[in-house]
């Protein structure tokens, strides 16, 4: 971490002078946020689909042939999932709390079928099936439980289906459908069964399936007008989000149903937005379409407040254009597909814990403080400087840094309330340069925001 193009410098302010030959951006705002590229040895390009409260992350990333392949991230880490026999490619697109995966595998986009990986057994996998007379699906949805539900495709109709932990049928069930509105996906289920998602003939309608006396019954959930809504995500039994066209303006909404209550989270001016996730704290993420280039950012709405792009959120510097949330937990750690350096790749973006401060005084000449709020108690706290942005990946942890070719400034151990602070001479040959700073915290791989300061 002390490296300075190869040497280790007597004195990190000389070193970081050398560094001013890589370019700098204008200072940006510090972020909320730290981001990370998910990775697999031999794969590349793809999306991550879903993370838990374990930071257990899956999705897809590509091999040589292009074909996607199913992969779960641990702590940053890829393993690659197994298909199906004779399977070519993958995906793994939900896990639910007791780390079993869903998702599907087979050969082409038109023969996989819906898969589920158990934790219990070395992650082994297995086939959830079609109902008769279907061709292929694949699972969206997997509870604790191991009951799971998805779509099937018989080359015409789309229709949702559910196999349930208890059910003694060997493949999945079809779920009743409406008249008029006779196909439709099943995309999320909650730990007591309950299925979400949507009926469709034209526009789709938000529904959910519940059983009662060993029968599932329908319920089509209200929109904000007379189009169409979508349920994308069941928060629990009584809380969905989704999307649905807004009277008036006629763009696409984030919604949220409480208790068959339907209410409009609004949306990013000018755009259609979808809702692909939420938290239980209220948070919502998704993407939305803005007619215009780029055609489609990466959006998010806190439990109060309105939606913005993500992209705002990013860390100075930060070479990403996210696209698409699609996966969110409940401390607001989302992940999905962004675009960097002109390729589509997979991200997790994480809420900083430790705060740190802007140096005080700010001044070159003098002692200076770095001090940061948030750590845990007693950890080794390291403070580090760059000249530019980038990730910097910490060995054995999820979050790294944000700044490109850090260097560390010192160390200093948090107090029991997790405060540290460093003091250092800042030279006066570093007056005009826009620096980069960051902590972070060794002892729980916790990032702090960035800070963008020129003396």
């Not at 819906?114 to 099936?129: H, I, K, R, T, Y």
Request: charged share 10%; with cysteine; net charge negative.
């Amino acid at each position: 971490m002390r490296a300075c193009l190869g040497v280790l410098p007597s004195s990190p302010w000389h070193c970081v002078l050398l560094l001013a030959a890589i370019g700098l951006g204008a200072a940006a705002p510090a972020q909320s946020y730290t981001i990370r590229r998910l990775t697999a040895p031999g794969l590349g390009r793809g999306t991550a689909y879903d993370i838990d409260n374990s930071m257990r992350i899956v999705g897809e990333l590509r091999d040589s042939s292009g074909l996607p392949q199913p992969v779960m991230w641990v702590n940053g880490t890829a393993q690659l999932l197994a298909r199906l026999p004779g399977g070519s490619q993958g995906s793994a697109t939900c896990l639910d709390i007791s780390g079993r995966i869903g998702g599907r595998s087979g050969t082409a986009i038109t023969s996989d079928s819906g898969a589920f990986w158990d934790p219990g057994l070395g992650l082994a996998v297995f086939e959830f099936g079609v109902p008769p007379g279907f061709l292929f699906g694949g699972v969206t949805g997997i509870n604790w439980a191991g009951s799971a539900c998805g779509f099937a495709d018989n080359g015409i109709d789309l229709v949702p289906v559910v196999r349930t932990s208890d059910s003694e049928i060997v493949h999945p069930e079809l779920l009743p459908t409406l008249p008029m509105l006779r196909q439709g996906e099943a995309l999320d289920i909650t730990d007591s069964d309950l299925v979400v998602g949507y009926l469709a003939q034209v526009d789709p309608q938000p529904i959910f399936w519940s059983k009662v006396a060993g029968s599932w019954t329908t319920t089509q959930l209200p929109t904000l007008g007379p189009v169409w809504g979508v349920v994308t995500t069941a928060i629990d039994d009584q809380r969905f989000v989704g999307a649905a066209v807004a009277p008036g303006s006629g763009r696409i909404h984030f919604v949220r149903w409480t208790n068959g209550v339907i209410a409009d989270l609004g949306g990013l001016p000018g755009t259609d937005c979808y809702a692909t996730a939420g938290s239980l704290f209220g948070e919502t993420a998704g993407w939305a379409r803005t007619f215009s280039t780029p055609p489609y950012l990466a959006v998010h709405r806190p439990a109060n407040g309105p939606v913005v792009d993500l992209n705002s959120k990013l860390p100075p510097q930060s070479n990403w254009l996210l696209t698409a949330v699609e996966g969110m937990n409940d401390s607001g750690a989302m992940v999905g597909t962004g675009v960097q350096n002109g390729l589509l790749e997979p991200f997790v973006m994480i809420p900083t814990r430790v705060v740190l401060a802007n140096p005080t005084p700010g001044t070159v000449g003098v002692l200076n403080t770095f001090s940061v709020t948030g750590a845990s108690s007693g950890a080794d706290v390291w403070f580090c400087v760059s000249l530019s942005g980038g990730e910097t990946v910490i060995p054995g942890c999820l979050e790294g840094l944000d700044i490109g070719a850090p260097l560390v400034l010192g160390n200093a151990a948090a107090n029991a309330s997790g405060a540290a602070s460093l003091n250092l001479f800042v030279p006066p040959f570093v007056a005009g340069l826009p620096f980069l700073f960051q902590a972070y915290d060794l002892s729980q791989c916790w990032t702090s925001n960035v800070v963008a300061k020129t003396f």
